[in-house]
């Protein structure tokens, strides 16, 4: 599968501070989606974006398909301890020979 | 229950051993994946089912690692002559898009997985 880049790899933040990740490829993709995982848990859809340069929010996070359809981004805004896990951008380029590729991640810790 | 389920949710074996898993997706899912998550990495692609086929199995990592899925619901991962590297997290998702859709939304719903340990 293509490799996406994601980052930074790990942050940790106080409680209250907002946070900003994100995930780039070579490739153009159609739709790019950003999960959680809890310890112990299976990936989590938080957020999924389907079109270039839109910008979609979901309570404190926010997220931006890149206009190069290339890239996005995920914030977090005011973090609260269960905002602890690992961060996945993922994506999939449509068709029928598509390739269902996450990054390696982004682990977010937070000090209360 | 409505989610993925996956068993078993740990499974330590010895080195050579044969290892079953087993995913259950959500009800009416026809899209089921395989992947492999090593620590400090994001899932990895093992294989995809669409109904009954492997539409795509090209993340196998060699001939000791199969899947089938029979009747196009339960599926089971198969890892032969199991050696420490196959050591992971085996996740299964499944989700309603199908292949060729240009329409569909790519999301998938994850079980718990499972943590196989080869000693």
Redo the contacts between chains.
């Keep these: 599968g293509q490799q996406l880049n994601q980052s930074p790899q790990s942050m940790f933040i106080q409680e209250g501070e907002d946070v900003s990740m994100n995930c780039t490829s070579s490739s153009i993709f159609n739709t790019w989606l950003w999960y959680k995982q809890d310890p112990g848990e299976g990936p989590v859809l938080l957020i999924a974006l389907y079109k270039a340069g839109e910008l979609t929010s979901n309570g404190r996070l926010t997220a931006q398909f890149g206009i190069t359809r290339k890239d996005s981004f995920l914030n977090i805004s005011a973090s609260i301890p269960s905002d602890v896990g690992i961060y996945f951008c993922h994506h999939h380029s449509g068709g029928s020979n598509y390739k269902l590729t996450f990054g390696k991640g982004t682990l977010l810790t937070v000090n209360p | 229950g409505a989610g993925?389920s996956q068993t078993p949710s740990n499974k330590v074996t010895e080195k050579g051993k044969y290892v079953e898993l087993r995913c259950d997706p959500i009800s009416g899912h026809t899209a089921l994946?395989w992947?492999r998550q090593s620590l400090?990495?994001?899932?990895?692609?093992l294989i995809?089912f669409q109904g009954t086929g492997a539409a795509?199995d090209?993340?196998l990592p060699n001939d000791r690692f199969f899947a089938v899925r029979p009747e196009g619901s339960v599926s089971t991962l198969k890892i032969q002559r199991t050696e420490r590297g196959d050591s992971a997290v085996y996740?299964c998702?499944s989700s309603s898009i199908t292949?060729?859709d240009?329409s569909?939304?790519?999301?998938?719903?994850?079980?718990?997985?499972s943590r196989l340990t080869v000693l």
């Excluded at chain 2, 400090?40 to 692609?45: I, K, L, R, S």
């Excluded at chain 2, 569909?104 to 997985?113: D, I, K, P, S």
């Design positions: 993925v994946y992947y400090g990495q994001g899932p990895e692609f995809y795509d090209s993340g996740l998702a292949a060729g240009s569909n939304t790519g999301e998938l719903f994850f079980g718990e997985g």
